[in-house]
């Protein structure tokens, strides 16, 4: 059905003496809202800053038909991450992927270093590059990490702002250490079959360091020593029943830690400062001693001690033959503030080798 304009009266215009403007009026009012819908409709442009740590990264929308120009990104010092746009692969849409800035790696870096930068590189193309901004500056400046003189130096990466000390509170791993002290009878019941068998490398035992420690591994470097767990089977239960148990990369490892009369481990740094030690004393002479970042301590037998090895550290056994070997079950755990963004990430990165 036909309509027209002039169904809806309006009052004569009085300024202009004559009929009514009804057409004219109705002509302008579609025709505003008409630039309102179009207005409302179209994607809005947008560009602005985003910060990150030590430096900045650009976050830039364009069409599938303007690709970014690397000469524009991030500056070459900064280890930010840039915000570029990245064609799909029907070429009909774009959605913005975060990637690594344009910066070359450092020149300074190890080899090992640029290894593990590759790993990660890999994980963010097969997942995500969400919250691995502290491992990718962790990995960038970790040359820097090893020349400097620090009381704290992981010589195999570093997690930049992570709270450390040498020694942790119980309330860190409260679950773990509960269990662990809770299966403390049977642990050092499985430990004494063992060690009743002797100590040889052919019964599951590897000498590590000085003369004198020994260790009988239920997990090295992230692998599990399958003859070794059939070995104490309750124990191996027990690792599995652990929360933050590092299980998955060549930074964990369990097991049992002997260390013989008057042997001393000189001034060491672990590998890294994402793990926290924990200790369980099985069998601790009263002349054994432990010393972290300056800090010394002491084992107790049927308890633990959560202690962070990236800082210097050194373990001695000054008493006789008379007071036996120092022994403790030793599992690492996750530092309590790597998220799990990052612990899946460094699983990726730290991958064992089989």
Known sequence: MPWSLDLVPLPPCALLGGPPLSGLLWTVLL?????????????????????SGS??????????????????????????ITMETV??????????????????????????????????????????????????????????INDRPSIQKPHLFYLPDVPSIPFFPRDAHRHDIEVLEASYPIILAEFQAVYQRGIDTK???SYQGPKGQTVFPLYNAGVCVASNCRACPCTYRTLLSLRTFISSNSLGSAGFWLLGPGATLGGAYGPTN????????????AQCELVVGGEPQC????????????????????GGAEDGPRVI??????????????????????????
């Not at 970014?68 to 930010?80: E, G, I, M, T």
């Not at 097969?126 to 820097?144: C, T």
């Not at 079950?329 to 089989?354: G, K, M, T």
Request: charge should be positive; proline fraction near 7%.
């Open 31 to 51: 025709l505003f809202l008409w630039y309102c819908y179009r207005v409302g409709s179209d994607p809005p442009s947008h560009s602005g800053m985003l910060k």
């Open 55 to 80: 430096g900045r990264s650009s976050f830039s929308r364009s069409s599938s038909r303007s690709p970014v120009d690397p000469r524009h990104s991030a500056p070459k010092a900064s280890a930010a």
């Open 87 to 144: 064609e799909e692969e029907e070429g009909t849409e774009s959605y913005l992927t975060p990637v690594l800035s344009h910066a070359p790696f450092p020149t300074e870096a190890a080899a090992e270093s640029r290894k593990l930068y590759r790993a990660l590189q890999e994980y963010a193309k097969r997942y995500s590059w969400a919250g691995m901004g502290r491992i990718h500056k962790g990995l960038r400046n970790q040359a820097r």
């Open 203 to 205: 019964l599951g035992w």
């Open 274 to 285: 994402t793990r926290l030690r924990c200790h369980l004393g099985l069998q601790t002479p």
């Open 299 to 318: 084992w107790s037998e049927g308890h633990c001690l959560l202690v962070d090895d990236s800082f210097l550290h050194t373990i001695s056994h000054n």
């Open 329 to 354: 079950f030793s599992v690492d755990l996750w530092h309590p503030n790597v998220a799990a963004a990052e612990r899946q990430a460094l699983d990726y990165i730290f991958a064992p080798e089989q």
